[in-house]
């Protein structure tokens, strides 16, 4: 384990920002575009409107090492890519008998969890909503509303992320928008 000193982290629960914080991730439509089950409409933002901001993490300055906690901010941008939310791209962790848990902060959103044989739950969230992930469930949250949606992660140090499961066979299960509400869809392109 990493040697550290104490320290303290300012938390902005409507913007998400850490003071101090590590580092800022920025994840566009141009680098994330793959995970949107709606390929044709990824690519009509792209040529029409340019590039867009999806989501940023907000990391703390916390070792990602056996016997550490990491933390980081999320913040997801309303918006949709055809009918679906902007969302994260999900992963599992390397370790997958490590858990997460999330702290909703403001605005609102789902967390969507699936287990490596397909089976899909969802959580809506909110501000004060508490959601735990367990050992061996891929994750990645939404936003279903109108303004950003914040949350709060920590996990195991030595957890590590998958992304590239979920790269190759994505979820079983996509969130759309149908009359004004948020609605799990058969997701036409996973792959198990």
């Given at each position: 384990m990493a040697a550290t000193e104490p320290f303290a982290c300012e938390v902005e629960f409507q913007t998400g920002a850490l003071c101090p914080n590590q580092q800022?991730?920025?994840r566009a439509l141009r680098d994330i575009g793959a995970i949107f089950a709606d390929q044709e409409a990824v690519q009509q933002i792209l040529s029409t409107e340019g590039d867009r901001l999806v989501y940023e993490v907000y990391v703390a300055d916390v070792p990602e090492e056996d016997g550490h906690l990491p933390y980081c901010t999320t913040v997801?941008?309303?918006g949709r890519v055809g009918d679906e939310?902007?969302?994260t791209k999900?992963?599992?962790h390397m370790r997958r008998e490590r858990a997460e848990v999330?702290?909703?902060l403001s605005g609102e959103g789902c967390l969507l969890l699936q287990s490596e044989a397909g089976e899909v739950r969802v959580v809506e969230m909110k501000p004060g909503t508490a959601a735990y992930v367990p050992p061996g469930w891929a994750h990645r949250t939404a936003n279903t509303g109108d303004v950003p949606f914040v949350f709060f992660a920590v996990y195991p140090g030595d957890a590590g992320h998958d992304y590239g499961t979920i790269e190759t066979t994505g979820f079983a299960?996509?969130?759309v928008a149908q009359n004004g509400q948020p609605v799990l869809k058969?997701?036409?392109r996973w792959r198990r």
């Open positions: 800022v991730l920025r997801i941008y309303p939310y902007h969302m999900g992963h599992y999330y702290l909703g299960k996509i969130l058969d997701n036409p």
